[in-house]
């Protein structure tokens, strides 16, 4: 736990977080930041103290204020775009950066995706539950994992969504970033094994039951946006995510068990 509390990669990801929210509303509580960041207010206080800490060192990290702007102007232009059409230029010129400085911070279309991808994705957040949650059941852990899904994804479900097709249409691109998913997968997935092992989990293989708990949560988070414009949802976002993960928890649990 205490190597946790120092995790500099939970700091990176809360101090981004903090940046996109602060842009957009200055006096932004705790709980806001947190919640972009896909981490309990405890994990934050663990990492930071106060909020005045995080501004303090917000403001006192210089170099990832342009590597901000360059994430923030690539995740808007490949919402609309893909990134083999994405220019270089405009992304320098939208970022406010030179095209030497966007090279040093990322040198490279496949240096963005990742870095995309690790700032905007729920991996993290997943990694930092896994870690703190890895020996609860799945009663406790999945819900958290939905949460942290919708907190990070669901506010930028374009840019999932441009991701999601980048890396499935592209299999260079997938093997780019297959360690980067193997990663994550991989801690989720031992999870479920050993969950299985004590028959809290039916039998199957793991990366089956994964994609039974996670696909309608991900299925939901792509679709909604054009669902909602031709029926309207009368349940928010976190709830629906909350009734498929108790739905996906139910088709897990062995049989004759209650979830």
Sequence with gaps: MAALAVDPTIRRQVMSAAREVLAEDAGAPVATIAGRAGVSRATFYRHFGS????LQSVALEPQPAAETR???AAKDMLVRKSLDELSI???AAAAGVSRGTLYRLVPG???LLRRLIEVYSPFEAIRSILAEHGTDP?????PLIGRAIVGVAGERLGLMRAIFLE????GDTLEGMAPLFAQTLGLLANYIAGQMATGRIRP???ILALQMFVGPIFFHLMT??????IVPLPIGLEDAVDELVAAGLAGLTPRGQVA
């Design 224 to 229: 909604r946006p054009m669902v909602e414009r």
């Design 89 to 91: 230029e405009e992304l």
């Design 51 to 54: 909020r005045e800490s995080l």
């Design 204 to 206: 199957m293989h793991p």
């Design 138 to 142: 799945p009663e406790v852990v999945f």
């Design 70 to 72: 360059i994430l923030t």
């Design 109 to 111: 279309k496949a240096a």
């Design 167 to 170: 890396v499935s249409a592209n």
